[in-house]
């Protein structure tokens, strides 16, 4: 697809609404700056934005700022490369009694803006056409959001959970999937729980021929199976790996306990062949811890967003939840997080996403910033956990001499902060103005157009 991935900024009046900046050149004066490299902030920056790409950018007693530039004083705020989503969704649960997804693409490119987010990898959809023409929408300047990368999928297996998802039936299944969307657009695809090594080899072998990628959240293919069989990146992390279960059949996914994964050891010999593998196998691995917390601190933006009704069941739900499931979540953030800083240690590449699904509480954009602190919680600096989930995703992406960093040259996406989450990782929450190719877009504006939205589309 090359330079024509993404339009570079068309608008319509449909736009018009939510930008808080649109000139040619801007300065943002006098801001402390993460780059999203993993390098310390630096305080008292100036970056000049022209026509949409970073121009320069350095300490603002050395930077010229060209005539005519709308300049923003930004002192006291940080500004950040726009945030790359490695598990997005354009779905949320109904939180009815079947699993069921609604297709938020009125509300969750919107959302996902407005939390900072530019680029959005979606890591499977349950409407392969909705979602391909959303990303064009977006393209086209129809509708605000983040760029879009379209992965179809489910690849699944017979056993699925979900009614939404087609059951592959044979390996030559998954090879007709796999070409099929990938000549209706598919950026890449989604392998899931009950697919099968055959199935996946065939999936692999097929999307590689043309070039794409295969990402998966796996259970009845392990982890090192998959790493040996050529996947790309894995899902959620260890949490989820099949092979520590003592009742792991081939090709089956086995029920899983929490006290397997608490004596889960990640310095252990087993858990560290398992990271061994990725890491030779280049296997990237995606953090989704806020998708695994089942009770997060209740916030009035979240139940802003939500329609009446889908607040109602999100709270009575959440006020049910048996105090082993708030136990069972809290050991999954907690193991998840070792392992992500053992397999980065190890020197793998480690990335994020928000994965809108379990019981609600991981809101589209919202959950990309929790998964930010949560990093954060776990004992990742604030540099580098700003790095996983932007630079490290657009490297993943091959996309890092465009996207991912602060560097000259590069599209000027970029979130802006009012506070310092260097100091305070929630101030992380407080993004003002997300520019997205040079156009600055406005965060509450956004975030109140989709006002009680949440939960119908
Ligand atoms: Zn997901």
Redesign the pocket.
């Known amino acids: 697809m090359g330079m024509g991935l993404w339009a570079q900024s068309v608008f319509t009046p449909g736009l018009k609404p939510f930008i808080a900046v649109d000139a040619p050149v801007i300065a943002l004066e006098h801001v402390r700056v993460l780059d999203g490299t993993g390098a310390p902030e630096r305080e008292d920056q100036t970056i000049v934005i022209e026509h949409g790409r970073i121009a320069a950018a350095g300490p603002a007693s050395e930077i010229r700022v060209p005539e005519g530039a709308h300049r923003m004083d930004l002192s006291n705020h940080t500004v950040i490369p726009g945030l790359v989503g490695m598990?997005e969704?354009l779905f949320y649960p109904s939180g009815g009694g079947v699993p069921l997804y609604i297709e938020h693409g009125m509300s969750f490119p919107r959302l996902y803006l407005a939390s900072g987010v530019t680029t959005a990898r979606t890591?499977?959809t349950l409407e392969p056409y909705t979602d391909l023409n959303l990303k064009k929408m977006i393209d086209e300047g129809r509708m605000p959001g983040p760029k879009m990368l379209i992965t179809v999928g489910y690849l699944e297996g017979h056993g699925s959970f979900a009614p939404q998802m087609a059951e592959l039936d044979t390996p030559d299944d998954a090879r007709r999937f796999v070409e099929y969307w990938a000549s209706q657009g598919a950026h890449s695809f989604k392998a899931y729980m009950h697919i099968t090594r055959g199935e996946l080899e065939s999936a692999l072998t097929t999307a590689h021929a043309r070039g794409l990628k295969i990402t998966g959240?796996l259970c009845s293919v392990g982890f090192r199976e998959a790493a040996a069989l050529g996947i790309d990146n894995l899902?959620h992390g260890i949490v989820v790996d099949s092979e520590f279960s003592p009742a792991k059949q081939p090709d089956v996914c086995p029920p899983g306990s929490a006290q397997e994964l608490a004596q889960l050891d990640m310095n252990g010999e087993a858990v560290q062949k398992t990271i061994h593998d990725l890491v030779e196998h280049k296997v990237a691995v995606t953090s989704t811890l806020a998708v695994f917390e089942a009770a997060p601190p209740l916030q009035t933006r979240f139940l802003d967003a939500l329609s009446p009704t889908a607040a109602l069941l999100y709270l009575s739900a959440r006020d049910r939840l048996p105090e082993q499931a708030r136990a069972g979540s809290a050991l999954r953030v907690k193991k998840e997080v070792e392992f992500e800083r053992a397999f980065v240690k190890a020197g793998g590449l480690l990335m994020a996403g928000c994965?809108p699904?379990g019981n609600g509480s991981a809101m589209a954009g919202f959950g990309d910033q929790r998964n930010i602190e949560l990093l954060v919680g776990g004992g990742f600096t604030v540099p580098e956990a700003i790095q996983i989930a932007t630079l490290n995703g657009a490297k993943f992406l091959k996309l890092d001499d465009r996207i991912g960093s602060i560097a000259i040259g590069k599209q000027a996406d970029l979130a802006v902060i009012d506070g310092n989450p260097v100091k305070q990782i929630a101030d992380i929450e407080k993004v003002r103005v997300v520019f997205r190719d040079g156009v600055g877009f406005d965060s509450a504006k956004l975030i109140e157009s989709v006002r009680g939205q949440v939960g119908l589309h």
């Open positions: 598990h969704h890591a499977g959240h899902e994965d699904t």
